[in-house]
């Protein structure tokens, strides 16, 4: 990817990085990105043990070179509130964009939207990407609009113009300018 002058100083937090690839291609693009992810363990290979900040901070030590943003690790299991106020502390808050890949998986999780909303400002741009595999994700997607005053806007649209019914992106706005809900209700 070439440097883009669009993103240059630009600040990302991808929310479940896993292997990191979408926050390191946002910062080869000029954006100083924040990986997020629980710190699960995982296996690289049988045998060898290790957690998700481990595959972060070797993919983030292989693409060195290619990256022009500012890129840095943090611990982030949603909702809980000391690791979102570590993320916010990161030299890259607050954030233009939350990214995330392949995060709907759950119908009703407020965790991720209580944390997308914790890590956004009334400018931040959120888009979610994923594959569509049940009705789960409009259940989501009501959630966030209504419970959590979130606007949602959908992009199916293939680079060519087609729609493809199996990939989405999703972008969330932020609604609400102080309050944590709609109507000052207390977070679920």
């Not at 900040?53 to 990256?67: G, I, P, Q, T, Y």
């Not at 611990?75 to 890949?101: C, H, N, Q, Y």
Request: charged fraction near 20%; include cysteine; aromatic fraction near 6%.
């Amino acid at each position: 990817v070439d440097h883009n002058e669009t993103f240059a100083g630009l600040s990302a937090c991808e929310l479940g990085s896993g292997t990191g690839t979408g926050g390191l291609f946002a910062a080869c693009t000029g954006m100083n990105v924040v990986l997020t992810d629980p710190a699960k363990p995982v296996n690289y290979a049988k045998g060898v043990p290790g957690n998700t900040m481990d595959v972060l901070e070797h993919n983030v030590e292989r693409n060195k070179d290619r990256v022009k943003g500012k890129v840095s690790i943090q611990k982030l299991l949603w909702a809980d509130s000391e690791d979102i106020a570590a993320v916010l502390r990161s030299e890259a808050a607050p954030f233009d964009m939350i990214i995330g890949t392949d995060l709907m998986y759950a119908a009703d999780n407020h965790a991720l939207l209580h944390t997308i909303l914790a890590l956004s400002h009334p400018g931040t741009q959120t888009l979610l990407a994923y594959s569509r595999r049940h009705d789960g994700e409009q259940r989501f997607l009501d959630l966030a609009r209504h419970t959590y005053a979130f606007s949602v806007h959908v992009d199916n649209l293939t680079a060519e113009g087609a729609v493809d019914p199996d990939a989405t992106t999703y972008r969330i706005l932020r609604l609400s300018g102080r309050g944590w809900l709609k109507d000052g209700q207390a977070p679920p």
